[in-house]
């Protein structure tokens, strides 16, 4: 066999070097080859070699020769594979096949080819650093599963623009509603696909749009604490902003993570006079905290994808305890299965008589009046009208019980809770509640509470309560929590969450309801 016939993943080593649109060189594979044309017709583009060939792993052996003795055995070597590790990235098949003439040869091309080693260099630099053993592998829609369990985050990256069929779409949706991750890049920055890559997103969950995530989040802290990036233009300059990634949230875990802004191209530590792309170091790093998230967070989306049935939804209420919740534009329901925990907790664990019902109101709700106790959290900034706030305010004046928490104990919701706060109850400030505050001890005597390791990394080995409130008339209206009480009501683990643990969380939840019944 020649040696330009070999073999490489399945393919012979002249079919891969077409695939990619290179050109073989005596010795070997030459440096990359750039060829671009201007965004406007968005034509191939060629950001980097292929991956290195694998290693051919041998092993020593004898060969017994098939006549009898006397023969001395033979020395041989065998190729031994060895296992391969778990795949944890999928880079998707994408674009139309195009056929371009290079060096008088024609070449078959599709977008997702113009950088083929972005995540396998990569994980090979993650794996080294973080102790870790994944692989990426390539792809194709019509042979994958759509399952999760199979492979837990798919890479779409390219230049170009591309449309998908209705049926992937749904199939994409489904795949992330069952705990997958989709990470995008428009490699070199390129508009068209950035363009193409949100149109599609949006195709695919409805007025659920790609969001940007803010410096706050956990995937900029999960392995790297990294906070303005640097980012390189075409011409060589270089400038400094916080990161450019956009999201969408699924419950307390991000399922879409995508970057306008080239990161692929310097995972495998290209150069090149084009595009707008973070510079090599922090490309890896940023990728890094992206792998290590999606291993964090892998198993909460599994957890997310079922759903808590609340068997008493239909039944009249009567005059038992029913827990309402709060809609608003901030990512208001990140725990879906939090209240149903609570609820059960609180039923197995006091004289509380509560349904297990939730009810989903909005403020301007005439229900909503009737609940004693309204629970609100989110992720996000949210804004209340004039007419909410109105609303509220004579909930919290008739004696209603507003009790909130930051979920994750993000900030950008604790910035626009107590903001709006102030609209609702202008000159009233939320206060820590002290230690000797009946809502501590109206079931439960809590003197002390756990902590995530989180807040105990970021805020100290505190075990004091951290509630705040709003008194009026000598009544207490409100109760806040900075810190997240819904993931320990799920009891399932939120790794990058700022909280109270599960226990303390169910004891200081099951108080409010208590106090809510009682006051």
């Known amino acids: 066999m020649k040696s330009s016939d070999r073999r490489c993943g399945g393919l012979s080593r002249r079919e891969f070097i077409e695939r990619i649109g290179l050109v073989a060189v005596a010795g070997g594979f030459p440096p990359a080859t750039l060829v671009w044309g201007g965004e406007a017709d968005s034509g191939p583009v060629d950001c980097g070699p292929p991956p290195p060939a694998k290693r051919q792993h041998r092993t020593g052996g004898e060969s017994v020769p098939p006549l009898p003795l006397p023969a001395t055995p033979l020395r041989r070597s065998e190729k031994k594979r060895p296992?391969?590790?778990?795949?944890?990235?999928?880079?998707?098949?994408?674009?139309?096949?195009?056929?371009?003439?290079?060096?008088?040869?024609?070449?078959?091309y599709r977008d997702w080819m113009t950088d083929p080693a972005d995540v396998i260099t990569l994980l090979n630099w993650t794996n080294d650093r973080l102790g870790i053993h994944y692989r990426a592998v390539e792809s194709e829609f019509g042979h994958f599963s759509f399952d999760p369990r199979e492979l837990p985050a798919l890479l779409f990256a390219g230049h170009n623009k591309f449309e998908l069929s209705e049926e992937i779409r749904q199939k994409l949706a489904r795949y992330v509603l069952d705990g997958g991750a989709i990470i995008g890049d428009a490699c070199c920055g390129w508009s068209d696909f950035a363009d193409s890559f949100r149109r599609e997103i949006e195709l695919m969950f409805p007025g659920r749009p790609l969001q940007k995530m803010l410096p706050e989040e956990p995937v900029f802290a999960s392995y790297y604490k990294l906070g303005n990036l640097t980012y390189k233009k075409g011409d060589g300059s270089t400038f400094s902003e916080p990161p450019c990634l956009e999201g969408i949230?699924?419950?307390?875990?991000a399922g879409v993570i995508f970057s306008p802004r080239d990161m692929t191209c310097g995972w495998d530590g290209h150069?090149?006079?084009?595009?707008?792309?973070?510079?090599?170091?922090?490309?890896?790093?940023?990728?890094?905290?992206?792998?290590?998230?999606?291993?964090?967070?892998?198993?909460?989306?599994?957890f997310l994808s079922t759903t808590k049935v609340y068997y008493e939804?239909?039944?009249?209420?009567?005059?038992?305890?029913?827990f309402a919740q709060l809609?608003?534009?901030?990512?208001?329901?990140?725990?879906?299965?939090?209240?149903?925990?609570?609820?059960?907790?609180?039923?197995?664990?006091s004289t509380l008589e509560v349904k297990f019902k939730r009810e989903d109101v909005t403020l301007k709700d005439p229900r909503t009046a009737t609940f004693p106790l309204l629970y609100m959290t989110g992720h996000h900034d949210f804004l209340?009208?004039?007419?909410?706030?109105?609303?509220?305010?004579?909930?919290?004046?008739?004696?209603?019980?507003l009790l909130a928490d930051a979920c994750c104990g993000r900030l950008a919701f604790d910035a626009a809770f107590r903001r709006e706060m102030e609209k609702v109850?202008?000159?009233?400030?939320?206060?820590?509640?002290?230690?000797?505050?009946?809502?501590?001890?109206?079931?439960?005597?809590?003197?002390?509470?756990?902590y995530t390791p989180r807040v105990r990394e970021d805020y100290g080995q505190?075990?004091?309560?951290?509630?705040?409130?709003?008194?009026?008339?000598?009544?207490?209206?409100?109760?806040?929590?900075?810190?997240?009480?819904?993931?320990g009501w799920e009891q399932f683990p939120h790794a990058y969450s700022y909280g109270l643990s599960d226990q303390s969380a169910l004891q200081m939840g099951t108080n409010v309801l208590v106090f809510a019944v009682t006051h």
């Open 83 to 108: 296992p391969s590790p778990p795949a944890l990235i999928g880079k998707m098949a994408m674009g139309a096949t195009r056929w371009v003439t290079r060096n008088g040869k024609r070449i078959r």
């Open 249 to 253: 949230d699924f419950g307390c875990r």
């Open 271 to 302: 150069e090149h006079p084009r595009g707008l792309r973070i510079v090599i170091p922090q490309a890896r790093q940023l990728g890094a905290n992206i792998v290590t998230y999606i291993l964090g967070t892998f198993q909460l989306g599994r």
């Open 313 to 322: 939804a239909r039944q009249p209420s009567r005059d038992d305890f029913v």
């Open 327 to 349: 809609m608003h534009q901030g990512g208001w329901n990140p725990d879906p299965s939090a209240v149903h925990n609570l609820l059960k907790f609180a039923r197995d664990h």
């Open 384 to 401: 209340w009208s004039g007419e909410e706030a109105a609303a509220l305010q004579r909930y919290l004046k008739a004696g209603g019980l």
């Open 425 to 450: 109850l202008p000159g009233q400030k939320l206060a820590r509640l002290p230690a000797d505050h009946p809502l501590y001890h109206c079931h439960y005597d809590i003197r002390q509470v756990d």
């Open 462 to 487: 505190s075990t004091a309560p951290e509630l705040e409130g709003i008194t009026l008339d000598g009544k207490l209206a409100v109760v806040y929590s900075r810190f997240d009480l819904g993931n």
